[in-house]
């Protein structure tokens, strides 16, 4: 009891005393017998008793390395199941098809409806394949047409007794629509796309009171009025003195800052031909230097190697699209009217562009948007007008085999001026009227037989709209533009169509 005594922790001794004995008791107890045994019989001992745990623990991590072993061999493998596809990131690819002996099983058919054909836009269509090498379009030398003269004809344009081809209903369609175009003027003398009148402009992106201002007086001056002489002198002056102010220091001639503006070089454009004609028809040299100003910022435009204008001033590495590239052709043949010098090169480079826009190399009948993109069928009656109408500027004879070709598709039945839904196309129908009345004849005759009555019969007679042609009902072409653009830009193309007998003279006269 005295050494179980002594044994037991005194509670009044202080915990650090304990401690201190416990710390000096041996972690291992030695007996006698253990010093006494020699070390074989030790050695005897722990082969007895750890051997068999060694050889458990060897057994285990073998058996742990071999399904490792495994897993690795079977990673390297290809995977024998599709991957999962998630079909809004990556593209299904097309099914592999494999040929086998496997004997047809025929199953009757059913009649379904055919869905037409898709477009291959890369390919001409069955009735004009591409032209065989040994055939292809030799162009003729780029020799702008003579100018003297051309717009002469213009003098007597609303007089009764006018130009041939025009009868009362077409002069008292003009009358109204140039009536129209004097209401809407605003009182410091420009015109805008987004009114006072109904059915405006639509997105703001297209606004430009330059292009509204250059459309409104090509319409008056393309029926003989001008700022000197004619029923709205002070309507065109108005206009004019407005369309000078706007003019910057480069000669360009628009009136908003942003750059890449989708109608800045055609209300450019446009407005160079208003200079330059209204120039050649009075003769008045104070217009001179402006109209030289903005030709020379035209120049300046171009692509210098590859030819066309586009939205903005071109480099090198720009590409131009002939629906631009038209109207500024158009601007340099009418300041080549008025005595404006332009280099040849400038010329040599505008043929270039329409090479390299021609649906098919070779074949320089048929034209598209740009010289990059595929051809699109909605456009194609526009482009190949508007380029056939730049290659007779630039000298084609009339009788060029590829001219001819183009014009035969011009005049072809599916292509006739109709007023229906989705079909009507005013502008296309402006370069289709003036490449035809170039050429004269019954191919030019039909055409205006056709459609200078669709669009006397659709101006409105009545009403504050009364000479305006309403720009959706029904609604054209997506490619007419006349559903964004609205009224003004509308009745303007619609116009200078009913102007085309007495706007120019032919250039093969």
């Known amino acids: 009891m005295s050494d179980l005594a002594s044994r037991r922790p005194n509670p009044d001794q202080p915990p650090s005393q304990r401690s201190a004995r416990r710390s000096r008791r041996p972690l291992i107890q030695v007996t006698d017998e253990d010093a006494d045994e020699d070390r074989w019989t030790r050695l005897r001992r722990?082969?007895?008793?750890?051997?068999?745990?060694?050889?458990?623990?060897?057994?285990?991590?073998?058996?742990?390395?071999?399904?490792?072993?495994?897993?690795?061999?079977?990673?390297?493998?290809?995977?024998?199941?599709?991957?999962?596809?998630?079909?809004?990131?990556?593209?299904r690819p097309e099914p592999e098809i494999v040929e086998t002996d496997v004997p047809v099983i025929r199953i009757p058919s059913m009649q379904l409806p055919q869905a037409a054909p898709p477009e291959r836009p890369d390919e001409p269509e069955a009735s004009e394949p591409a032209v065989p090498s040994e055939s292809r379009d030799e162009p003729p030398p780029v020799v702008p047409v003579p100018v003297d003269n051309?717009?002469?004809?213009?003098?007597?344009a609303l007089q009764e007794n006018g130009p041939a081809g025009h009868d009362a209903d077409v002069i008292a369609a003009i009358r109204r629509s140039l009536?129209?175009?004097?209401?809407?003027?605003?009182?410091?003398?420009?015109?805008?796309?987004?009114?006072?009148?109904?059915?405006?402009?639509?997105?703001?992106?297209?606004?430009?009171?330059?292009?509204?201002?250059?459309l409104a007086l090509l319409c008056f001056a393309g029926a003989g009025q001008t700022h000197q002489d004619g029923d709205y002198v002070e309507t065109v002056s108005s206009g004019l003195d407005w369309l000078l102010a706007a003019q910057k220091r480069s000669g360009e001639i628009f009136e908003r800052t942003e750059i890449g503006l989708e109608p800045r070089f055609y209300a450019h454009s446009q407005a160079t031909i208003v200079l330059c004609e209204l120039l050649v028809l009075t003769g008045d040299e104070s217009l001179r230097e402006p109209a030289t100003q903005?030709?020379?910022?035209?120049?300046?435009?171009?692509?210098?190697?590859?030819?066309?204008?586009?939205y903005h001033q071109l480099t090198a590495t720009g590409e131009g699209d002939v629906s631009v590239t038209g109207w500024a052709l158009m601007a340099l043949h009418s300041a080549r009217m008025a005595d404006i010098d332009i280099p040849a090169e400038t010329w040599f480079l505008a043929s270039q562009f329409l090479d390299s826009a021609q649906e098919h190399p070779g074949n320089a009948a048929f034209y598209k948007y740009r010289p990059s993109f595929p051809m699109n069928r909605d456009q194609r009656l526009s482009?190949?007008?508007?380029?056939?109408?730049?290659?007779?500027?630039?000298?084609?004879?009339?009788?060029?085999?590829?001219?001819?070709?183009?014009?035969?598709?011009?005049?072809?039945?599916?292509?006739?001026?109709?007023?229906?839904?989705?079909?009507?196309?005013v502008y296309a129908w402006y370069y289709?009227?003036?490449?035809?009345?170039?050429?004269?004849?019954?191919?030019?005759?039909?055409?205006?037989?056709?459609?200078?009555?669709?669009?006397?019969?659709?101006?409105?007679?009545?009403?504050?709209?009364?000479?305006?042609?309403?720009?959706?009902?029904?609604?054209?072409?997506?490619?007419e533009w006349s559903q964004v653009v609205g009224r003004l830009y509308f009745t303007a193309m619609c116009t200078l169509i009913l102007e085309t007998p007495f706007r120019h003279r032919s250039v093969y006269e």
């Open 432 to 479: 289709v009227a003036q490449t035809l009345h170039n050429l004269g004849g019954p191919g030019w005759d039909d055409w205006f037989a056709r459609a200078a009555p669709l669009l006397v019969a659709r101006q409105v007679k009545s009403g504050r709209s009364r000479g305006s042609w309403h720009p959706h009902r029904p609604p054209g072409s997506p490619h």
């Open 383 to 425: 482009m190949t007008a508007e380029g056939l109408l730049c290659r007779q500027w630039l000298g084609w004879p009339r009788n060029f085999p590829a001219l001819q070709r183009g014009v035969a598709f011009l005049t072809d039945e599916q292509n006739h001026p109709v007023w229906d839904n989705g079909r009507r196309n």
């Open 179 to 214: 009536d129209w175009f004097a209401r809407q003027q605003q009182s410091d003398g420009r015109w805008q796309l987004e009114g006072p009148y109904p059915d405006g402009i639509t997105q703001s992106r297209f606004r430009a009171d330059t292009g509204a201002t250059a």
């Open 46 to 91: 722990l082969a007895r008793t750890g051997i068999p745990g060694l050889m458990s623990s060897l057994a285990f991590h073998a058996l742990l390395l071999l399904v490792m072993a495994l897993i690795v061999v079977s990673l390297d493998r290809p995977p024998t199941l599709p991957p999962i596809e998630l079909g809004w990131i990556v593209e």
């Open 150 to 156: 051309l717009l002469e004809i213009r003098r007597e």
């Open 294 to 310: 903005a030709v020379r910022f035209l120049l300046e435009s171009q692509n210098p190697e590859r030819g066309g204008w586009r």
